[in-house]
Antibody, heavy 120, light 110 residues
Framework: QVQLQESGPGLVKPSGTLSLTCTVS?????????WSWVRQPPGKGLEWIGE???????NFNPSLKSRVTISIDKSKNQFSLNMSSVTAADTAVYYC?????????????WGQGTLVIVSS | QSALTQPASVSGSPGQSITISCTGI?????????VSWYQQHPGKAPKLMIY???SRPSGVSNRFSGSKSGNTASLTISGLQAEDEANYYC??????????FGGGTKLTVL
C-alpha cells in the first residue's frame, strides 16, 4: 500500500520561500503516476498546486505557476514543492497526493497533510 | 481556471438519500469522464470516494454512487449514516493539463 508523508518547516516568513518534501513508501516514485501537491487554507476548500511525473515533466495551476517549482529525487523516493514570495494567503495545510490509477488526475493516495503558517 | 460549482451545504436525516451536484463547463465535466469525489472529515486528509464519474475504490461503501449529465456531475449517498457527515469535494480533469476542485459541500446528518 502506497503511503505519502509530508515534511518541512511549519512557519515561513512573508516574502520567503516555502519548501516541503513528500516521502513515498510502499511504492516507487518512478512508477507511471503523476505526483501532486494540493493545499487547503484554514476553513476553505482544496486547491490543486501542481504535479510532477518521474521523467521530470510538470504541470502547474496557472494562478501559482510563476511562484512554484516541483522537483523529484528518485534516489530518495521523494518529490518536493518550493513556493517563493509567500504571503499570509499561502497559509494552508499542504497535502501531497498520487493518482489512484494512471489517468485523469483522480487522487487515491494522500499524505496526512502539514500546516504551513506564513507569519513574521 | 474556475472552480467547479457545488452547493455550500446539504442535509438529510439518517436513512435518507441526498445528492450533491458539481457543475462545470463543457471543457471539464462536460468533456471528460474523469470526475472524482472526495470525503473529508475535519482535520483529516481527503478520501477518494468516486472516480471515473461512477466507479468506487475498493473499500468504499456501495451507498455512494456517482453520475454525470452534460456539464453536471452528481454524488448520491443513500441510507445516510451519522459517519457520512463531512465535507465533500468534486474534481474534474480539464483540457489544459491542470486540476480543479469544486468549492466543497458540507453534509449535515440531522
Amino acid at each position: 500500500q502506497v503511503q505519502l508523508q509530508e515534511s518541512g518547516p511549519g512557519l515561513v516568513k512573508p516574502s520567503g520561500t516555502l519548501s516541503l518534501t513528500c516521502t513515498v513508501s510502499g511504492g516507487s516514485i518512478s512508477s507511471s503516476y503523476w505526483w501532486s501537491w494540493v493545499r487547503q487554507p484554514p476553513g476553505k476548500g482544496l486547491e490543486w498546486i501542481g504535479e510532477i511525473y518521474h521523467t521530470g515533466s510538470t504541470n502547474f495551476n496557472p494562478s501559482l505557476k510563476s511562484r512554484v517549482t516541483i522537483s523529484i529525487d528518485k534516489s530518495k523516493n521523494q518529490f518536493s514543492l518550493n513556493m517563493s514570495s509567500v504571503t499570509a494567503a499561502d497559509t494552508a495545510v499542504y497535502y501531497c497526493a498520487r493518482e489512484y490509477y494512471s489517468n485523469g488526475r483522480q487522487w487515491g493516495y494522500w499524505g496526512q497533510g502539514t500546516l504551513v503558517i506564513v507569519s513574521s | 481556471q474556475s472552480a467547479l460549482t457545488q452547493p455550500a451545504s446539504v442535509s438529510g436525516s439518517p436513512g435518507q438519500s441526498i445528492t450533491i451536484s458539481c457543475t462545470g463547463i463543457s471543457s471539464d465535466v462536460g468533456d471528460y469522464s474523469y470526475v472524482s469525489w472526495y470525503q473529508q472529515h475535519p482535520g483529516k486528509a481527503p478520501k477518494l470516494m468516486i472516480y471515473d464519474v461512477n466507479s468506487r475504490p475498493s473499500g468504499v461503501s456501495n451507498r455512494f454512487s456517482g453520475s454525470k449529465s452534460g456539464n453536471t456531475a452528481s454524488l448520491t449517498i443513500s441510507g445516510l449514516q451519522a459517519e457520512d457527515e463531512a465535507n465533500y469535494y468534486c474534481s474534474s480533469y480539464i483540457n489544459s493539463n491542470t486540476g480543479v476542485f469544486g468549492g466543497g459541500t458540507k453534509l449535515t446528518v440531522l
